[in-house]
Each structure stands twice: as structure tokens, then as C-alpha cells.
């Protein structure tokens, strides 16, 4: 089944239900099933047509909502794009996937404008909250909104794509993983199942919708018929709270860095969420005395420790009863999917060996965005000859029962607050501040952020401090891809060839 249809299925059946909260916003079912019809009517005769891509680039607003569904609508791919994203970067992904048009809000606009440029092949669209776009030459979203409601037969079926999200890779470019419909829908599906979501859900989002972790709420809330609340950040979680209660709020995803700050607040008692049902985390694991904190803070609430990428979406979920004996296990596959660990040589491996995680499910991507030799790493033949299964790339180790354990990664992609960093994207911007004469980017455990993101660097003026780095690269990177900390040396190591070692920089030095 298509994205959208399940939004049309569901309207028809809870109509007048509120399905999305967002500030002083209230949509429901009809509202964001009309509204996404008109404007993805206003992108066909704007000239989207079947299998063209559409960026949205915006933060967590209602608009966005709306943008993505009416995309579907049209039968184009969307590609949610977070708004922390410089012009540069947005350039690269327009050119790359030759974007037909980019959706973007108000304040986001001019970065818009700056990453189309001369490229007269992609439309700009602003979602100002007046009638007239923000930019010359730009539609108006909200005009866009005021045609005639007419659906789109635009022919498409599930297998084609629905969505381009991209991630760092390798090279320090980013790469569009593609989803079809049925990707979405088979990954949406399996997580509800486990969840056990329902319409008598109430599920807060403070994740971006750029980050599948947060997109994700908005197609299991419309598969579930349940009701969404939308926030920007958790940047001040007792207004959260405030928000959480008032809603009745039963669904709670999460990032450590947010358990973290949670667990940091002394004026809260157990028992201050009285509705809320179950806690999820993703993007890094809880350490196991975080997990214990929050149980006792949210006593009889149902914690899901869970393991994915951007790639499948979601692999593992760990049974909150298991909890207690397995506090470091990121558990078992989800619903209908297949989860194994495998040697270099592609065998299967015994309980207790290291080894590469496989993913078997209807969910995987279908390959990267015209990035054949990329696809070709991750994409593998599988037990059947009719298949490919995703190589993770992450080391793993499973017991006895089958439960699985996260072991480490085998490349240098540094995944920080539920991102994928190359840290050659974050090298070419500290190669370009001025008195740094070499540098090189590690990851580095840590227990909230998962790794955080550390600049190892040589300094040709030695006057330069770390503060005025990590300052510069605030300024030319998207936040989470800014080093929390600088380390100084006299020099870098280097292997035979003169290439600077990144695996050597990240041995500890002696003093």
C-alpha cells in the first residue's frame, strides 16, 4: 500500500479526530488529508510529476506535514532535509538528486535561495504564514493551499520511491538512501506491532522530521489512527512536560542526550507523566545505569531499547521484560524481519563471536541514490538467490538465546546524537580555519551522545585556542556535526604513504 493511502483510509474512518498538535495547530484527519490534497493538486500544475523529488526543507511544523503527504499525493519522492543544513550542503543534494522543487519555511528560505542559485531546473515553494512568498520569484505555500481540492491519479504503485533521506557516508558526501512505499510501510508496520500503538495513543515528537527516528512518529501515528504531538526541541523539557501532560501523552521517543538531561532535573518525582505508556530510545544506547534511573523515575512505564540505521529504518528492539537480565542488549529483530551475524566470509557465527550484522526484511532500502558501488557494499546476495540483505557495517555478538549485543562499527562514520558524521566532511571545514595546519576527526565513547566528535589538530599559529574552533566550525557546520572537544598536538601520525592515520590518532598518548 502507498504512504497516502493509509492517510486517506484512516481520515475516512476518524475523520474529525485530531491527528496533529503542533503549538496552538489542531489538524485532524480531514483537515491534513484536504489540505495535503490541495497543495499536492497546486504541485502538479506547478509541473511535479510521478518520480519527481521534492526537498522539504523545514524544522518540526505543521507545514511539513502537510508538504510530505502532499508530495505522496503527487506521486514524487519527498526528502526531508534538516534545517540546521548550510546552503553548500543543500546545493550538493539538489544537484545530486535533481530536485524539481524545494519547500522550505519562512526563515529558512534564504539559505534556499542561496543553495538553487542559477539551477532554473528547481522551483523554490516558502511556507510563510502570509499570503505572499517570502522571496521574490517563490510560490507561496499558504496560496498554494486555496485551489481546488482535487486528487491526483498519478498511476504509482508501492514499489515505487517514496522517500530519499540522506546520510554521510565515507566520503563525505552525503548519500540518499532510497525507501519505497512498501519500506516505509513494512518498517512503520513491524515498529506499531511491538509498540503495541493503537488510536488511544498520544505520541510527543520532539525529534527532527529530517531524522527517521521523528518522521517515523508521523506515518506509525496515521497507521495507528493515534494523534501526534509535534515539538521543535527539547531544549526546555519542564515546558515539555507542561506540554506532555496536558495532552496525555502516552508515547515518549527519545535520544540519550535527552534521558541524560532528564535524569539531571531534581525537581521532578516518579510518577510526574501519569499518562504515558512506554519510553523508546534509539540512535545510542542507554548505559545500563540510565536505564535503571529511568525505570525508577517512570514506574510501570514500558522502556524499549532499540538498534537501527538510516538504511532499514529499524533492526532490533529489546522486550522491556528483559530488561533485568539483559540491560546491554539491544535484543532481537523486530517483526518480520531477520537479523544474523556473519564472518568476513559471509558464514554465519556462533553465540559469542564478533562478527558483521546482517538485515533480512521487507524494510531494507533499495540502494543508494545513482551510487552503484556504494549500494554494492551494503547490498548483498542472501541465503536466497532471488534477494539482497543489508550489511550493517556494525559489529555485533549474540548469546545463547539469540539476544544481540552491539560491539562496535567497522568503518570511521561517527554517529552522534542519532547522526551518521564522516568526519572528512567535518576535516574539510577545520582544514579551512585559518592557524590550523593539519587535522583529523575521531569519535570518542561517550554516554550520552553515543560518540561524541573530537578534532585532533596542528596548529600553525599557535595562538589559536579551542574555543575560537569550535566557534568556526559552529559557523560552517550543521550543530551536530560540531567537535565537542579539541585536542592539540605537535604533530599527526601517518602511515607508509604520507595519508594521516586516523586509526593511530585514536590511540591513547602517552603524556
Known amino acids: 500500500m502507498r504512504i497516502e493511502d493509509i492517510l486517506r483510509q484512516t481520515a475516512k474512518r476518524l475523520d474529525n479526530k485530531t491527528v496533529l498538535i503542533a503549538g496552538d495547530k489542531r489538524l485532524s484527519y480531514a483537515e491534513l488529508d484536504d ?4 497543495l499536492a493538486a497546486s504541485l502538479w500544475s506547478q509541473g511535479v510529476m510521478r518520480g519527481d523529488r521534492v526537498l522539504v526543507f523545514m524544522g518540526n511544523c505543521w507545514e511539513a506535514t502537510i508538504a510530505i503527504y502532499a508530495i505522496l499525493k503527487a ?30 519555511q519562512e526563515k529558512l528560505a534564504p539559505i534556499a535561495v542561496e543553495a538553487i542559485g542559477s539551477n532554473t531546473g528547481c522551483e523554490l515553494i516558502v511556507a510563510s504564514r502570509g499570503e505572499e512568498a517570502a522571496q521574490p520569484g517563490t510560490h507561496s505555500f499558504t496560496q498554494m493551499l486555496q485551489v481546488a481540492r482535487h486528487p491526483i491519479l498519478h498511476g504509482g504503485i508501492d514499489v515505487d520511491l517514496a522517500m530519499l533521506i540522506y546520510t554521510s557516508g565515507s566520503t563525505g558526501r552525503p548519500k540518499g538512501v532510497m525507501m519505497n512505499h512498501r519500506n516505509i510501510e513494512a518498517a512503520a508496520t513491524s515498529i ?3 509498540v503495541q500503538n493503537s488510536e488511544d495513543d498520544i505520541i510527543l515528537n520532539v ?3 529530517a531524522f527517521d527516528y521523528g518522521l517515523y512518529q508521523l506515518f506509525m501515528t496515521i497507521r495507528s489512527g493515534a494523534t501526534l504531538v509535534l515539538e521543535a526541541s527539547f531544549g526546555f523539557p519542564q515546558a515539555i512536560f507542561d506540554v506532555m501532560r496536558r495532552e496525555h501523552v502516552t508515547g515518549f521517543p527519545l535520544v540519550p542526550t535527552m534521558a541524560a538531561l532528564i535524569l539531571q532535573m531534581r525537581d521532578i518525582e516518579p510518577g510526574f507523566l501519569p499518562d504515558l505508556r512506554y519510553i523508546t530510545n534509539t540512535a545510542a544506547a542507554l548505559p545500563p545505569a540510565h536505564i535503571a534511573r529511568l525505570r525508577e523515575l517512570f514506574p510501570g512505564v514500558r522502556l524499549y531499547s532499540m538498534y537501527g540505521l538510516t538504511e532499514c529504518k529499524r533492526c532490533t528492539y529489546l522486550p522491556p521484560e528483559q530488561l533485568d537480565q539483559r540491560p546491554g542488549s539491544v535484543g532481537i529483530a523486530i517483526p518480520n524481519t531477520e537479523a544474523f551475524i556473519v564472518d568476513d566470509s559471509g558464514t554465519i557465527v556462533e553465540p559469542g563471536v564478533v562478527g558483521e550484522l546482517v538485515i533480512r526484511g521487507p524494510h531494507v532500502m533499495q540502494g543508494y541514490w545513482e551510487n552503484a558501488e556504494a549500494t554494492a557494499r551494503m547490498l548483498r546476495p542472501g541465503p536466497n538467490p532471488w534477494e539482497k540483505v543489508l550489511y550493517t557495517g556494525d559489529l555485533f555478538s549474540k548469546d545463547r538465546d539469540g539476544y544481540l549485543y552491539f560491539v562496535g562499527r567497522k568503518d570511521d562514520i561517527i554517529k552522534t546524537r542519532g547522526e551518521k558524521v564522516a568526519p572528512k566532511e567535518v576535516e574539510a571545514v577545520l582544514h579551512s580555519c585559518p592557524g590550523i595546519a593539519e587535522a583529523v576527526v575521531i569519535g570518542v565513547d561517550d554516554p550520552v551522545l553515543g560518540q561524541a566528535i573530537r578534532a585532533i589538530v596542528v596548529l600553525s599559529d599557535p595562538a589559536l585556542t579551542d574555543r575560537e574552533i569550535i566557534r568556526f566550525c559552529a559557523k560552517n557546520l550543521e550543530d551536530f556535526m560540531v567537535p565537542k572537544s579539541v585536542e592539540f598536538r605537535p604533530s599527526l601520525p601517518k602511515t607508509d604513504t604520507g595519508k594521516v592515520s586516523r586509526r593511530l590518532a585514536a590511540e591513547p598518548q602517552e603524556s
Open 192 to 194: 506499531t506491532t511491538y
Open 35 to 38: 489540505l495535503s490534497d490541495r
Open 207 to 209: 525529534l527532527p522530521l
Open 75 to 104: 506521486g514524487a519522492v519527498f526528502s526531508p532535509i534538516n534545517a540546521s543544513t548550510k546552503a553548500d550542503k543543500l546545493a550538493y543534494i539538489i544537484e545530486n538528486c535533481r530536485a524539481r522543487m524545494v519547500i522550505a
